[in-house]
């Protein structure tokens, strides 16, 4: 039996994929870019009890904000966004008003260096946040990071986040993962908990 990882220490975020959603088919992993910076955090809704003189609370996590900074691919760009060429000659592409961004699966390998451990990590079911922003500056001694901000919302098993080391799972979800993610590849079959439902 394989000893489970109990040690890691995350030093770098690599191998980054988006595979979007285009009329209800998630489409082939693509290549991100070269990734620098990933940050999530949770928005959660708190429930509290009052018996008996004592409070009981619980939180419920309602989806992530994850924002991400990279050199991220031109394609990408486009798709997240909706920049498109429709209507227009070839090779000039527009954004405006009729743009609608996709919703897409984000993955990613985030490293170890020290102990030489890789973890897969996915957000299965992203929608973005902001709308497109441009930022050029002829002074700087490094060109910077484009910056992108979306919502992980809870895919059809109630979850936002997944994550795996390499040396723990199967072929078949290592080979996939950032290419066909999605809930059927990490399901073991089971019903999942169901997730608490507000109001």
Not at 11 to 33: D, M, P
Not at 52 to 62: A, D, F, L, W
Not at 87 to 95: A, E, H, I, Q
Request: charge should be negative; aromatic fraction near 10%; include cysteine.
């Amino acid at each position: 039996m394989t000893e489970l990882i109990t040690d890691f220490s995350p030093v770098s975020i690599k191998n980054a994929s988006v595979q979007f959603l285009k009329g209800g088919v998630q489409e082939e992993g693509k290549r991100f870019g070269c990734m620098g910076t990933l940050e999530a955090e949770t928005e959660v809704a708190e429930k509290v009890k009052n018996c008996e003189g004592s409070v009981q609370t619980i939180t419920i996590p309602k989806f992530m904000t994850v924002t991400v900074g990279g050199h991220v691919k031109r394609y990408v760009i486009r798709d997240i966004f909706d920049i498109k060429t429709e209507g227009l000659k070839k090779g000039v592409y527009s954004y405006g008003t009729t743009s609608k961004g996709r919703r897409f699966v984000f993955t990613a390998d985030v490293i170890d260096e020290f102990e030489d451990i890789t973890q897969l990590i996915a957000f299965s079911n992203c929608s973005n946040m902001t709308g497109l922003s441009l930022s050029i500056d002829n002074d700087a001694d490094e060109v910077a990071y484009l910056e992108l901000e979306f919502q992980a919302n809870a895919d059809d098993l109630g979850q936002f986040y997944y994550e795996a080391f390499v040396d723990e799972v199967e072929d078949t979800v290592k080979e996939q993962w950032h290419t066909k993610f999605n809930s059927t590849l990490v399901s073991n079959g089971e019903d999942p908990e169901t997730p608490p439902v507000e109001g």
